[in-house]
């Protein structure tokens, strides 16, 4: 058991101390759970610790894994992705610059010589066909994120949120907060 103390006020989150001390044990692969939940600011603390990281230690496999999730920076070259019934959705982004010369094998849409640019939700949810795919590119930083949608028994659970514009008429206001008093769960007694 590791039992370490820091001090409530310091310069570095928690858990940029658990992954540095992760370090110390020489590690291939580093998984962070626990931190896509809650605190937004703590989630994109997490992201970056990880992005810093995964450049300063190339060698090592940094992830944040939850329920439906894995995300993992990749520098340039050829990655093979190994297909797995946890993460059915594969999907890219580009993150600090453009990434160039994105070939994707093996997917459902395959890709060749391609750019992903900043901001882009083009190489969002492919699939991998068999048993492995990959992406191989020349340049920039790749987010990637693995997901499946959260599934409940056999029914798929999809949350969207969204703010109707001013110009929706009263009618389709009125239909849509219908529709949602319908949808409540009413309390048993």
């Known amino acids: 058991m590791i039992n370490n103390v ?19 044990f020489a590690p291939q692969e580093i998984v962070l759970t626990g931190v896509t939940g809650g605190r937004l600011d703590h989630y994109e603390a997490a992201v970056r610790s990880i992005y810093r990281l995964q450049k300063e230690h190339p060698q090592i496999e940094l992830k944040i894994i939850n329920h439906t999730n894995m995300l ?18 594969l999907s890219f982004f ?21 750019e992903i640019s900043l901001g882009t939700s ?4 492919n699939e991998i066909i068999g048993t492995s795919g990959s992406i191989s590119f020349s340049q920039g930083i790749c987010l990637m994120i693995r997901s ?42």
């Open 72 to 89: 993992q920076f990749l520098l340039p070259g050829t990655h093979t992705i190994y297909a797995d019934d946890r993460y059915r959705y």
């Open 6 to 24: 820091f001090k409530k006020k310091k310069n570095e989150t928690d858990t940029d101390l658990a992954l540095l001390k992760a370090y110390t």
């Open 148 to 189: 499946i949608d959260w599934r409940k028994g056999e029914r798929v659970l999809k949350v969207y949120t969204f703010q109707l514009p001013k110009f929706v008429s009263s009618i389709t206001r009125t239909c849509i907060n219908l529709f949602k008093k319908d949808k409540k769960v009413k309390k048993s007694d």
């Open 94 to 114: 580009a993150h600090e610059e453009p990434i160039q010369g994105v070939t994707l094998r093996q997917v459902k849409y395959e890709t060749t010589n391609e």
């Open 122 to 125: 083009r190489f969002t949810s």
